[in-house]
């Protein structure tokens, strides 16, 4: 399992990803506000591809490079929302976001140290740092009783051969 610094990092990239998600869902499918005098879209989708539609026939029509016309029927298709659909959705993706920060939260209060002292994490790590030595020693003696083991039954093999 991995530690809880690479949990948090690894939830904090899904957050952010969701993020990015939800924006672009509001990006393409919130109707935007018209300012007085400007022409009214359905959403900043269908803007693009008007753009790009009129920026390839402006560029046709002008002889410079023979490219196909873009015809606005190719354009992508947006999926048109009602105002309760994109408010359900974005009440959806505020519920995700909002359970995947709880999810943040829980493992930050789960790191190590959080409401001890300075002088409480260092004896801390002096208690694990000699248990670590008295594993380590553990391990060497059971490596030397393995050899001793090996030895032994390789003499017990060698003597069963001569006999």
Do not use: C, Y
């Not at 539609?53 to 560029?59: K, T």
């Not at 947006?78 to 709880?102: F, G, P, Y």
């Not at 939260?105 to 001890?116: C, D, H, M, S």
């Not at 994490?121 to 000699?130: C, F, G, I």
Request: proline share 6%.
């Amino acid at each position: 399992m991995t530690d809880v610094l690479t949990q948090i990092q690894d939830e904090l990239n899904q957050f952010l990803l969701q993020m990015v998600r939800s924006l672009e869902v509001i990006h393409h499918r919130a109707p935007p506000s018209a300012p007085p005098g400007q022409p009214l879209l359905t959403s900043f989708a269908v803007h693009e591809a008007q753009q790009a539609a009129s920026a390839a026939s402006a560029s046709a029509t002008s002889g410079a490079a023979a490219q196909p016309s873009a015809d606005p029927a190719a354009a992508p298709k947006i999926e048109e929302v009602t105002a309760e659909e994109l408010a359900s959705q974005i009440k959806e993706l505020s519920a995700d976001l909002i359970t995947k920060e709880k999810q943040i939260e829980t493992l930050i209060k789960a790191l190590p140290g959080r409401g001890v002292s300075e002088k409480e994490q260092w004896e801390r790590m002096r208690v694990l740092e000699r248990r670590l030595e008295e594993a380590e020693g553990e391990r060497v003696e059971a490596a030397k009783e393995r050899e001793e083991l090996v030895k032994r039954v390789e003499d017990l093999i060698l003597n069963i051969g001569s006999v």
